[in-house]
């Protein structure tokens, strides 16, 4: 499982020309997952993201988690975290998990968020999204199981 973090003022998922989801100061995630990940993969990353102490306090310093500051998570389904890119020039996807499967463990990743005590919105799984976002920071953060300890 991979998660791209970006510590954001504001984002935004459009579909079809419609705004379907946004958030003020938060977390924009790109989330994708590979073959195999399941329910340990998923609680593992919850747990860091709900946790990651990347929010100023008064001093200035990077200690606050997202409940701290009463912040927000955008949610986005993203298997191209998974393009196999060393040979040729067009990427192979053959990496990204099943979508069927995929698809039920981008639903429980956002539930575990959401039990952590933070708000989550969505963008539609496999849906041709625009994302729009103002990076605060910039802070950019990658989690990917297959490095964590």
């Known amino acids: 499982m991979r998660v791209v973090l ?6 935004s998922v459009q579909v079809a020309g419609q705004q379907i989801a946004q958030i003020k100061q938060g977390f924009l995630l790109l989330v994708g997952f590979e073959e195999g990940d399941g329910q340990e ?8 993201i709900s946790n990651v102490r990347v929010f100023s306090d008064t001093a200035g310093k990077m200690n606050l988690s997202i409940k701290q500051v ?4 955008l949610s986005v389904s993203q298997f191209t975290l998974y393009a ?9 996807f053959t990496l ?34 625009k994302v729009s976002l103002v990076n605060d920071g910039p802070v950019t953060l990658v989690y990917d199981t297959d490095q964590l300890v």
């Open 70 to 73: 009463q912040g927000e998570i």
């Open 41 to 48: 993969q998923l609680e593992r990353i919850a747990h860091k």
């Open 6 to 11: 970006q510590r954001v003022s504001q984002a």
């Open 96 to 129: 990204a998990q099943n979508p069927t499967i995929a698809a039920q463990n981008y639903q429980t990743f956002n539930q575990l968020l959401r039990a952590s005590g933070t708000p989550v919105a969505e963008g539609i799984f496999g849906a041709e999204m």
């Open 84 to 92: 196999a890119l060393r040979k040729g020039n067009r990427p192979s």
